[in-house]
C-alpha cells in the first residue's frame, strides 16, 4: 500500500504539489487526473525521489521512501513508466527485461520473460528484437512489461494510452486490471476519460498542485468542480 | 610595478579571450565543443608568417591570414560536423570528429613547415623601441594587439546585437528548429557562425605569434587547454563570458607569476577552472541549471 | 621459424607498444562504455609510471609487485576523482578530466625531487619484456570478457543508454559511474607501469593531452563498446606510422583522415563490421 501525506513539492516559487493526500491499495487501480501542468508527473517525479519534497511523508507498506535516492525507492518496490517512453532503446527487449528485473536476486530465463511480455500484452515475440524499432504501441506495452519484472508491489503508469487508437486502448484497460488483480496496487495517470473509467476503482483529481476532488469515476465525472477544471463552466458532463 | 603587470595581465587576457570567443561562440549555437579550433590558430598564424616572409604588409597580411582561417572554419564544418548534423549524432561525436580535423590541419602545418620555430624575420620585431608611458613599459606591436583584440570583441559583440545575421544566430543558439521554422536559413547561419569563429580564432593565432614573435605547429596545444578553462570560467555558450574569463585567466596567470609561483599557474588556471565545475558548472554568465548533455 | 624472430628482433619495440597502447585503450572503453567520456587515463597511465618506476629505481621493488603497487595508486585517484565529478556530465565531465590531466602534468613537472621534474626519470629497468606485455593484456581482456557476464555489465549498459530510467530499476548509477571509473583508472595504471618498464625512460610530457587524443582515437576507431576493437585501433594506428614511413612528415595526416572517415562512415568504430550494427552508442544524451 502506498501512502502520500500531505506531499508538497515546490519548483523554484511554484508550488507543483501542494497538500497531496492519496492512498494506492493492493490490488486497486486509483487513476490521477488533471489538466495539463496540475502536477500529476510531479507526483510520480516525488515518489520515486526524482523530486524533493517540501513537506509531508511517503510511504509504502509503512515504510517511510521519501528522501531516499531514486534507485532505492525502485529497490523498494515501486516501478513506473514514463509519459514520454524511456525504454533501453539501443538494447533489445531480453535486455530490457533484464533491466527491470535488475533488483531482484535471480535472472529471469525466457520463459519467465515471455510470461511478462504477454502479461503486459506485447505482441512481439522476438525477444532479440531492438526496443526502439519495435512498433509504439508495443514500446508503451514492454515499458510495462519491464515495469512488472521488477515484480513490484506499486506499479505508476504515466499516460500508457497515449498515442494508442481505441482498441488498443480497450485492450489496455484489461491488461491494467489483470496487474492489479494481481495483487499490484497500481497508480494509473491518464487523459482519456474512457479508460479511466474503465480501468479505475477510484480517482483523484488534481488541479495546480492541489486535490480537488476524489471518488469513483461516476462519481468524478459529474462533478462541477472538476468539470470546470477541465471544460471551464458551461459544460454538464465529463464524457 | 603594479601596473606593468596589469598591462601584462590585460595584454594576455586579451589574445585568451579573442581565441576563447570563438570556442564559446561555435559551443552557443552548436552545442559542439570544436577541438580544432586551436589548429585554425595555429594555421593562421603559419599564413600570416608565410605571406609576410613574402612582402606582404603585416596588416594586409593579418586580414588574409585571418579570411583564411574563416574559409577553413567553413569547410571544418561541411567536412566534420554538417553530416554528423544530418544525421542527429549528438554532442560528443562532433568532438571526436574536430580532433580528426585538428590532427589533419597541423600534419599539414607540419609537412610544410617543419618542426622548427619560425619567427617574422623581417619585421623588426625583436628590435622594436619600448614605449614608456609612465610605469608601463611597451611596444608598439603590443599595444597594438590589444587593442586590435579589443575592438575585434566589440565588434562581434555589436554584431550579434545589431545585425540581422547576428539575431538569425542567437535564434540559432537558443533554439535551433524554432529558428527554422521561423525562417532562418539554418546552414548559412551555422557557415556564417564558423567563419566569424574561426576567424576570431586566427586573428588570435596571429596576434599570439606577433606577440612572442614565435609560429611552431604546437603552439595551440597550451592554448586550446587554456581556452576550456577560459570559457568554462566565463560560461559555455556565453561571448560576455569568454571575454571575462580570457582577462580574468589573463590575470591570474599574470599574478601567479608575480608571487613568484610561475611553474605552478597552469595547475593554478586548472584548479580554478576544476573548482568551477564542482560547484557552479554554468560558470560566471552560464546557463543556471547544468547541461544535461 | 627465423622468419619470425628476424621480425621480431626488427620489431620489438613497435610490438610492444601495440600491446600497451592495447591496454590503455581498453582502460578507456570501460569508462566510455558507462557514457563517461572521462579524459583522464593518460594522467593515471602517468601516474603509475612514476609510481612504480620510483620504486623500482629508488626501493628496488620487483617488477610484478611495482605494477601493483602502481595499479593501487591510479585506481584509487580515479575513484578520488569520481567524488567530485559525480554531477558532471558530457562536455562537462570531459573538460574537467581533461584540467586534472593537466594539473597532475604540473605536478609532476615541479615535483623535481620526486619525478626529475621536466627531465624526467630514466635507467628505469626494462624488465616488462613481450611475454609479461601481452600476458597482462589477456589477463585484462579475460577480466573484462568475465565482468561482460555480470549484472555490472547490464548496470554499466543502463547506465550509458538512459541513466534515468537506469535508476528506476534500482541502478545505483553514482556508484557504476565511480567502479567504473576506478576499474579504468586501474587498467590504465596498468598500462602506464608496464609503458615505464618498457621505455627505458619517462617525462611529464609523455601523458599529457596529447597522449589521451591517441587514446581516445585508438577507442573510437576500434569502436567504443567492443573491447577487442579497442585491441586493435590500438594496434591499427600504433603500426601505421611505421608502415607509411615513406610519407615523411605527412604522416600524422593519415591518423585524422581515418578517424574522420570512422566517425563519418562507420560510428561504431571497426566493431562494427562485425556487430552488424552501425550506430555508436551516445554517452548519456538525456535530458531531465
Redesign the interface.
Known amino acids: 500500500m502506498l501512502v502520500l501525506d500531505d506531499v508538497a513539492v515546490n519548483y523554484g516559487g511554484v508550488h507543483a504539489l501542494d497538500g497531496v493526500s492519496l492512498v494506492v491499495e493492493p490490488g486497486s487501480v486509483l487513476g490521477l487526473i488533471g489538466p495539463n501542468g496540475a502536477g500529476k508527473t510531479t507526483l510520480i517525479n516525488a515518489t ?3 523530486a524533493t519534497l517540501a513537506r509531508g511523508t511517503i510511504a509504502l507498506d509503512g515504510a517511510r521512501v521519501d528522501g531516499r ?3 532505492r525507492v ?2 523498494a518496490g515501486i ?2 513508466t ?1 509519459q514520454n517512453i ?6 533489445d527487449v531480453r ?1 530490457n527485461l ?3 528485473a ?2 531482484r536476486s535471480r535472472r529471469l530465463d525466457e520463459p519467465a520473460m515471455r510470461a511478462l511480455l504477454e502479461r503486459a500484452g506485447v505482441t512481439t515475440t522476438d525477444l532479440d528484437a531492438t526496443a526502439s524499432a519495435l512498433p509504439y504501441g508495443d514500446q508503451r506495452r514492454l515499458e510495462i512489461a ?1 515495469a512488472l519484472a ?1 515484480a513490484p508491489r506499486i506499479v505508476m503508469l504515466d499516460e500508457p494510452a497515449a498515442g494508442m487508437n481505441p482498441s488498443e486502448t480497450a485492450r489496455l484497460v484489461a491488461t491494467i486490471r489483470a496487474i492489479a488483480a494481481t495483487g499490484i496496487g497500481v497508480l494509473l495517470i491518464e487523459h482519456d476519460m474512457p479508460l479511466v473509467r474503465a480501468a479505475c476503482d477510484a480517482v483523484v483529481v488534481l488541479n495546480f498542485g492541489e486535490v480537488i476532488a476524489r471518488g469513483t469515476p461516476a462519481e468524478i465525472a459529474r462533478d462541477p468542480i472538476v468539470i470546470e477544471a477541465y471544460l471551464g463552466t458551461g459544460a454538464e458532463h465529463l464524457a | 610595478m603594479i601596473f606593468q603587470q596589469v598591462f601584462n595581465g590585460l595584454l594576455l587576457g586579451a589574445v585568451y579571450a579573442l581565441f576563447a570567443v570563438g570556442y564559446t561562440l561555435v559551443f552557443g549555437v552548436l552545442d559542439i ?1 570544436n577541438l580544432a579550433h586551436a589548429a585554425i590558430f595555429t594555421a593562421a598564424a603559419f599564413a600570416a608568417l608565410s605571406l609576410c616572409a613574402k612582402g606582404m604588409p603585416l596588416p594586409l597580411a593579418f586580414l588574409v591570414a585571418a579570411a583564411m582561417a574563416g574559409i577553413i572554419g567553413i569547410l571544418l564544418d561541411r ?2 560536423f554538417a ?2 548534423r544530418r544525421r542527429n ?5 562532433p ?3 574536430s ?10 602545418l ?2 610544410i613547415y ?1 618542426v622548427d620555430e619560425q619567427h617574422f624575420s623581417n619585421l623588426g620585431l625583436d628590435s622594436a623601441p619600448a614605449i614608456h608611458l609612465g610605469p608601463v613599459t611597451f611596444t608598439a606591436v603590443e599595444v597594438t594587439i590589444l587593442l586590435l583584440a579589443i575592438v575585434l570583441m566589440l565588434v562581434l559583440s555589436w554584431m550579434l546585437r545589431a545585425t540581422p545575421l547576428g539575431r538569425s544566430i542567437r535564434a540559432v543558439a537558443a533554439d535551433r528548429t524554432a529558428a527554422a521554422l521561423l525562417g532562418v536559413h539554418l546552414e548559412r547561419t551555422i557557415a556564417a557562425t564558423f567563419f566569424i569563429a574561426s576567424a576570431l580564432g586566427g586573428a588570435a593565432g596571429v596576434l599570439f605569434g606577433l606577440q612572442y614573435n614565435s609560429v611552431t605547429w604546437d603552439m595551440g ?1 597550451p592554448i ?2 587554456k581556452g ?2 577560459v570559457i ?1 570560467l566565463g560560461g ?1 555558450g556565453s561571448i560576455t563570458g569568454a571575454v571575462v574569463g580570457g582577462f580574468i585567466i589573463g590575470a591570474v596567470e599574470v599574478a601567479s607569476t608575480a608571487v613568484g609561483l610561475s ?2 599557474r ?2 593554478i588556471t ?2 580554478v ?2 573548482l568551477i ?2 560547484v557552479r ?1 554554468a560558470g560566471i554568465f552560464g546557463r543556471r541549471s ?4 | 621459424m627465423t622468419f619470425l624472430a628476424d621480425f621480431y628482433a626488427k620489431h620489438s619495440q613497435l610490438i610492444d607498444q601495440i600491446g600497451v597502447n592495447a591496454i590503455l585503450a581498453l582502460s578507456l572503453s570501460v569508462s566510455l562504455q558507462a557514457g563517461q ?1 572521462a579524459l583522464a587515463q593518460a594522467a593515471f597511465m602517468g601516474i603509475a609510471a612514476y609510481v612504480s618506476a620510483i620504486l623500482a629505481l629508488n626501493a628496488h621493488w620487483p617488477l610484478i609487485a611495482s605494477i601493483l603497487a602502481a595499479m593501487i595508486v591510479s585506481s584509487v585517484v580515479a575513484a578520488l576523482l569520481a567524488l ?2 559525480s ?6 565531465l ?3 578530466t ?3 590531466g ?2 597532475v ?3 609532476a ?2 615535483l623535481q625531487d620526486l619525478t626529475g621534474g621536466g627531465q624526467g626519470l630514466s635507467s628505469i629497468p626494462s624488465d616488462a619484456t613481450t611475454p609479461v606485455i601481452y600476458g597482462a593484456l589477456i589477463l585484462v581482456a579475460l577480466a573484462l570478457w568475465l565482468l561482460s557476464r555480470t ?1 555490472f555489465a ?2 554499466v ?2 547506465t550509458r ?2 541513466e ?10 553514482g556508484r557504476v559511474r565511480l567502479l567504473s571509473l576506478a576499474l579504468g583508472g586501474a587498467i590504465a595504471g596498468l598500462g602506464g607501469a608496464l609503458y615505464a618498464h618498457s621505455s627505458f625512460f619517462i617525462a611529464p610530457s609523455d601523458f599529457g ?2 597522449r589521451m ?1 591517441q587514446i ?2 585508438w577507442c ?1 576507431i576500434g569502436g567504443v563498446t567492443s573491447p577487442l576493437g579497442a585491441v586493435l585501433g590500438a594496434a591499427l594506428l600504433s603500426i601505421l606510422p611505421e608502415a607509411i614511413r615513406f610519407l ?6 593519415t ?3 581515418i ?2 572517415a570512422v ?2 562512415f562507420a ?1 561504431g568504430g571497426l566493431s562494427s563490421f562485425w556487430r552488424g550494427r552501425p ?10
Open positions: 520515486t525521489g526524482l535516492p531514486p534507485h525502485a529497490r516501478a513506473r514514463y524511456r525504454l533501453f532503446g539501443a538494447l535486455a533484464a533491466a527491470g535488475y533488483a519491464r521488477a | 565543443l567536412v566534420a553530416p554528423l549524432a549528438g554532442t560528443l561525436v568532438l571526436i570528429s580532433i580528426g580535423v585538428a590532427i589533419i590541419i597541423i600534419a599539414i607540419q609537412g617543419g596545444s586550446e587547454l576550456l578553462a568554462i559555455m611553474e605552478w597552469d595547475a586548472f584548479g577552472m576544476f565545475l564542482v558548472p547544468l547541461r544535461q548533455a | 567520456l567530485p565529478v554531477r558532471l556530465r558530457g562536455i562537462f570531459a573538460i574537467a581533461i584540467g586534472f593537466e594539473i602534468r604540473v605536478f613537472n615541479n549484472k547490464l548496470a549498459a543502463l543508454e538512459d534515468y530510467a537506469a535508476r528506476g530499476v534500482g541502478v545505483d548509477v593531452f596529447g587524443e581516445l582515437v573510437v615523411h612528415d605527412y604522416r600524422d595526416v591518423n585524422g583522415i578517424l574522420l566517425i563519418l560510428p550506430r555508436a552508442p551516445r554517452p548519456a544524451e538525456t535530458r531531465a
